[in-house]
């Protein structure tokens, strides 16, 4: 995450938009990495925008983040952004290329993109397919994302071991809140559906689906 974000801000002083932010991961990291840095989030899960401003006030940094409780398909910005992240999140907008026009939108001249967008590394199954999507291969994706106009400058795939760590903390962490409550009454449905999750990342895509990140920039202003 820190190269990424170090070739995403070559700076340290520039106006950064997240796309789906999430619990505000990326954005609290550049927050902690450059103390001149202003970041706004938007998702539309309102309990990861909770955590995110508690974490942003515990780390100190909550008077240079702003945080968006809406779809970040419908968000509009009187200032443009000097990068701007969407990872994960492509599927909010339909897909790789349209997130591509939606962050262009709100990028500014000589800005860069930083996107993390799975792939397949090897044939997958129908079942795969049919879980998480019609995703490409690696060289495939990278190929769609040149030709419309982009270059990558920097990148990292995910490891294995990186994608088992999150897989097993996901749904880990789901497993262990209905551990810890098991008075409440949807205790026993989220260890069930954490149960589901886990086998079917071991069973299903563990071993063909990958997932990477790249910082782009315009190819032609």
Do not use: K
Request: aromatic letters at 8%; charged letters at 25%.
């Amino acid at each position: 995450m820190r190269r990424l974000l170090e070739h995403g801000l070559p700076h340290g002083n520039e106006r950064v938009l997240d796309l789906g932010c999430g619990g505000g991961e990326w954005l609290l990291r550049a927050l902690d990495l450059h103390p001149h840095l202003h970041a706004e989030g938007i998702d539309l899960s309102a309990d990861d925008l909770a955590q995110a401003g508690r974490t942003a006030t515990g780390r100190g940094v909550q008077e240079r983040l702003v945080l968006h409780h809406q779809d970040a398909g419908t968000f509009s910005s009187p200032h443009p952004f000097d990068l701007v992240l969407s990872v994960g999140a492509t599927h909010a907008f339909g897909g790789l290329l349209p997130t591509l026009a939606a962050v262009r939108e709100h990028l500014a001249p000589g800005g860069r993109v930083l996107i993390g967008e799975g792939f397949w590394d090897r044939e997958p199954s129908p079942e795969a397919v049919e879980m998480l999507g019609d995703f490409d291969d690696l060289a495939t994706t990278v190929d769609r994302i040149v030709a419309d106009g982009w270059t990558p400058v920097y990148g990292h795939v995910s490891t294995r071991g990186e994608l088992d760590a999150y897989e097993w903390s996901c749904w880990g962490s789901l497993a262990s809140w209905a551990l810890d409550h098991p008075d409440d009454p949807d205790s026993a449905h989220v260890l069930e559906t954490a149960g589901t999750r886990r086998t079917e990342w071991l069973r299903v895509y563990r071993d063909t689906w990958g997932f990477v990140c790249l910082v782009l920039r315009r190819t032609s202003p």
